[in-house]
């Protein structure tokens, strides 16, 4: 039933272009089949990053099929945007690489493995993809990283060489011989991050002794108790609740013991004898190279007193009847949650393991999660890979729609078409509560959710990352969707062809961002702030940072302040007061967290140079006078001392990952140490603050024009994405939306105000 159900409402054949609802589905088709689909060899070495040229190629091949090769533009603006209207999708989206982490598809390897191998979860033209982009993505080492640019680390190390092994490389290629020396180097799996462990443990590679507890009784504590896991960021959240079930129900491989491939992979992960390790004793190992966040010596105490817990005799009837019930809670919440995002999930990590909790519930649920699974998979020169969501669809668009706003093209003939559909986009992708438009048939679940028992904040009006069907909204998306529906609604193009959005519609979006204000005046991302600071003392994964909390954010925060102002303007009367002081308050909040050098660290995109733009942006939409307001000054100086001699601006992953500037700009990937996304950001902070140096601001327009390729497309450099301060993560549209944002808003903003 629930099959039918999701192939009903999201029409499963859809080919990437021919879909309704932002579904990206790659299909094999003839000799593409080997993931290259016939591009120029890929090269990670030169940089590791893909320009996603498959997909563009075939969006490039499908729009001269259609309207012929257009004639030569030479204003760079045009010819940007000429350019990147070719890679919109039917629907009215942009699709894009949204790869990265490298630790996401071994999961997906993992799952497809213990849960019989069906083509139904991977087929053998995505197996072969995949593995081409595990052998691209091999470092000189021998090791991978935990993302793309990353150095080599044993969570993405192990994690990689299991999921080859499991596709049928054999232990005798040279490169898993490399892969072996690198991970024995670092004293064998035992060394690996905690996450990387579940996964072995659910393979049978490593005894669930070596794993520490993830009791799933922790759900049924009261809820007023701090330690209640309903506190938790959504995204641990999420993770730690089906692991709490396949933990505690000590889940292995049904074939473990007869394997041949796990059996010879006991023997290859250590150094020892896979039978005299100390398994016990191994749980809270971790090699340097991994531990970005050393887990606190509160969380090592409590380890201690669920290892007692876990042991005891004498509580032996009490956690049988608990773990029971806390197991029967976990199956459950993992249903709801399936249902809720239509079996997309939060996120990768929990789709891979819902998926196996709904194996294991064996409630003919699995069969619908399989469909889900390629909404996942991206496939880009380097081959095929498990990406960070099931996309950026709506993040991406409303980016771009703002973007040609700014340029006032909205209604210009090329671009007409262009605008409707992505109006349509936002339109449909808008989380609604229980009626289902004839234009709209994706699953608006508001009544769906039960949303008190699982702990789900208010959704309705909101907008997501992505999809309606996965369908958590988030406040910067809610906040830059309502900002680019304000800056079309009232074009001619969208009044005469495109779905209507009621005021209505507009006003339940700025409900749901005025109720994610966080008491210190900022925003989160999905929730408000539920537990305190000191959860990261008790943070487990040692490879992320921040990630037990939902923060105020100066991205999330300027997004809201910047949505509530232009909807106050359209909507002066609606809870007029709030949102004054919403904006009041907001304001503060950004002033707050402003570093003494006019900076802001970013928490997902790299890193202060993206910070600084939303920072000053904020500060200007919640009523700062750039001319006159020391913040604004301060942040735009900050940028100025970072411009580089060709004129444009840099900054590199390790940014984010050492929260302290990067002086060698993009070192690996960029041109001479700048690179085309990072300066738009910095040309879109300090014309937002009415930079008074014009000359530095036309230095950097000029850099941006500069390196426009002759096609309108800009290079691909290095990351432009972070999460968890310490995991990169791929925007391919940022090289299109930010520069043409940026030289919009010089020549419509800024020169005629300046
Ligand atoms: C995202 C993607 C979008 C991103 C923005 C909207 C850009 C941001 O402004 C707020 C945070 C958010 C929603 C975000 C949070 C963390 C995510 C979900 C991701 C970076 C995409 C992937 C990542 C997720 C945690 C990856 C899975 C890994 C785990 C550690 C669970």
């Known amino acids: 039933e629930v099959t039918a159900l999701a192939a009903q409402k999201h029409g499963l054949n859809a080919s990437l272009s021919g879909e309704s609802s932002g579904r990206q589905i790659w299909h094999f088709v003839g000799e593409e089949n080997d993931g290259a689909g016939g591009c120029e060899a890929f090269d990670p070495a030169k940089n590791p990053n893909s320009s996603d040229q498959l997909y563009r190629r075939e969006r490039l091949r499908t729009w001269r099929q259609k309207h012929g090769d257009d004639v030569p533009v030479k204003d760079p603006l045009e010819r940007a945007l000429k350019f990147y209207r070719k890679l919109q999708v039917d629907d009215g989206h942009w699709a894009g690489d949204y790869g990265g982490p490298h630790f996401l598809s071994p999961g997906l390897v993992v799952m497809w493995y213990v849960t019989g191998r069906r083509d139904s979860v991977l087929d053998a033209n995505q197996r072969n993809a995949m593995k081409r982009y595990y052998e691209n993505h091999q470092q000189s080492d021998g090791g991978w990283g935990t993302h793309i640019e990353s150095p080599s680390t044993m969570f993405g190390t192990t994690l990689t060489y299991v999921a080859l092994r499991l596709l049928g490389e054999p232990a005798e290629a040279p490169r898993l011989r490399k892969a072996r020396t690198f991970i024995h180097y670092h004293g064998g799996a035992t060394?690996?991050?905690?996450?990387?462990?579940?996964?072995?443990?659910?393979?049978?590679?490593?005894?669930?002794?070596?794993?520490?507890?993830?009791?799933?009784?922790?759900?049924?504590?009261?809820?007023?108790?701090?330690?209640?896991?309903?506190?938790?960021?959504?995204?641990?959240?999420?993770?730690?609740?089906?692991?709490?079930?396949?933990?505690?129900?000590?889940?292995?491989?049904?074939?473990?013991?007869?394997?041949?491939?796990?059996?010879?992979?006991?023997?290859?992960?250590?150094?020892?004898?896979?039978?005299?390790?100390?398994?016990?004793?191994?749980?809270?190992?971790?090699?340097?190279?991994?531990?970005?966040?050393?887990?606190?010596?509160?969380?090592?105490?409590?380890?201690?007193?669920?290892?007692?817990?876990?042991?005891?005799?004498?509580?032996?009837?009490?956690?049988?009847?608990?773990?029971?019930?806390?197991?029967?809670?976990?199956?459950?919440?993992?249903?709801?949650?399936?249902?809720?995002?239509?079996?997309?999930?939060?996120?990768?990590?929990?789709?891979?393991?819902?998926?196996?909790?709904?194996?294991?519930?064996?409630?003919?649920?699995?069969?619908?999660?399989?469909?889900?699974?390629?909404?996942?998979?991206?496939?880009?020169?380097?081959?095929?890979?498990?990406?960070?969501?099931?996309?950026?669809?709506?993040?991406?668009?409303?980016?771009?729609?703002?973007?040609?706003?700014?340029?006032?093209?909205?209604?210009?003939?090329?671009?007409?078409d262009c605008v409707v559909k992505a109006w349509n986009y936002l339109e449909r992708t808008q989380i609604l509560s229980t009626e289902v438009s004839q234009a709209s048939p994706a699953f608006r679940y508001e009544d769906a959710i039960n949303r008190e028992k699982y702990f789900r904040h208010v959704s309705k009006g909101g907008w997501p990352f992505s999809t309606s069907a996965h369908g958590w909204p988030i406040s910067d998306c809610t906040a830059e969707g309502l900002k680019s529906v304000l800056a079309l609604r009232n074009l001619q193009c969208v009044m005469k062809k495109g779905t209507s959005i009621s005021d209505e519609r507009l006003c339940d979006a700025v409900d749901v961002i005025l109720a994610l204000q966080n008491a210190d005046g900022g925003f989160a991302t999905y929730e408000n702030n539920r537990g305190y600071g000191w959860y990261e003392w008790l943070n487990p994964s040692e490879v992320f940072g921040d990630i037990m909390i939902d923060?105020?954010?100066?991205?999330?925060?300027?997004?809201?302040?910047?949505?509530?102002?232009?909807?106050?303007?359209?909507?002066?009367?609606?809870?007029?007061?709030?949102?004054?002081?919403?904006?009041?308050?907001?304001?503060?909040?950004?002033?707050?967290?402003?570093?003494?050098?006019?900076?802001?660290?970013?928490?997902?995109?790299?890193?202060?140079?993206?910070?600084?733009?939303?920072?000053?942006?904020?500060?200007?939409?919640?009523?700062?006078?750039?001319?006159?307001?020391?913040?604004?000054?301060?942040?735009?100086?900050?940028?100025?001392?970072?411009?580089?001699?060709?004129?444009?601006?840099?900054?590199?992953?390790?940014?984010?990952?050492?929260?302290?500037?990067?002086?060698?700009?993009?070192?690996?990937?960029?041109?001479?140490?700048?690179?085309?996304?990072?300066?738009?950001?910095?040309?879109?902070?300090?014309?937002?603050?009415?930079?008074?140096?014009?000359?530095?601001?036309?230095?950097?327009?000029?850099?941006?024009?500069?390196?426009?390729?002759?096609?309108?497309?800009?290079?691909?450099?290095?990351?432009?994405?972070?999460?968890?301060?310490?995991?990169?993560?791929?925007?391919?549209?940022?090289?299109?939306?930010?520069?043409?944002?940026?030289?919009?808003?010089?020549?419509?903003?800024?020169?005629?105000?300046?």
């Open 191 to 416: 060394y690996t991050a905690s996450w990387a462990k579940f996964a072995l443990c659910l393979l049978g590679c490593m005894d669930w002794e070596g794993h520490e507890s993830v009791p799933p009784e922790m759900w049924l504590l009261p809820r007023w108790c701090p330690f209640h896991p309903c506190r938790m960021w959504c995204h641990a959240r999420m993770v730690y609740l089906p692991m709490g079930y396949l933990w505690g129900s000590r889940w292995v491989y049904a074939d473990a013991e007869t394997d041949e491939t796990v059996l010879s992979l006991r023997r290859e992960l250590y150094p020892e004898s896979y039978e005299k390790i100390d398994w016990r004793a191994s749980r809270s190992l971790v090699a340097p190279i991994d531990d970005y966040s050393p887990v606190g010596v509160p969380m090592k105490l409590a380890q201690l007193v669920l290892r007692c817990y876990e042991s005891s005799f004498i509580l032996k009837p009490f956690r049988a009847f608990v773990r029971r019930r806390g197991l029967a809670f976990s199956a459950d919440y993992c249903k709801a949650e399936d249902l809720q995002t239509n079996f997309v999930d939060i996120g990768p990590v929990n789709k891979v393991y819902n998926m196996l909790v709904a194996y294991d519930r064996n409630d003919g649920t699995f069969d619908a999660h399989c469909l889900r699974v390629p909404d996942y998979l991206w496939v880009a020169e380097d081959g095929l890979k498990m990406q960070g969501y099931n996309g950026s669809q709506c993040w991406d668009l409303s980016f771009a729609t703002q973007a040609i706003a700014e340029a006032r093209l909205g209604d210009a003939a090329y671009l007409e």
């Open 551 to 754: 923060y105020s954010y100066v991205e999330c925060s300027m997004a809201s302040n910047g949505a509530l102002a232009r909807f106050r303007e359209a909507f002066p009367t609606h809870r007029q007061r709030e949102v004054d002081r919403a904006l009041a308050r907001g304001n503060a909040f950004l002033k707050s967290i402003q570093r003494e050098d006019g900076s802001w660290y970013g928490s997902w995109g790299c890193c202060f140079t993206y910070a600084g733009w939303f920072g000053i942006e904020g500060l200007v939409d919640s009523g700062e006078d750039p001319s006159t307001s020391e913040p604004v000054q301060r942040a735009c100086a900050f940028l100025l001392k970072h411009q580089r001699a060709n004129g444009g601006w840099g900054e590199d992953f390790t940014s984010c990952f050492d929260k302290a500037y990067a002086a060698d700009g993009m070192r690996d990937y960029g041109d001479d140490g700048s690179g085309v996304v990072p300066t738009a950001w910095a040309l879109l902070g300090l014309m937002a603050g009415r930079c008074a140096d014009q000359a530095a601001v036309r230095k950097g327009v000029a850099y941006l024009e500069r390196r426009q390729l002759e096609s309108g497309d800009w290079p691909q450099e290095g990351i432009a994405g972070v999460f968890n301060r310490a995991c990169g993560i791929t925007y391919t549209a940022y090289r299109n939306v930010f520069p043409i944002w940026a030289l919009a808003r010089y020549r419509e903003e800024y020169l005629l105000h300046s």
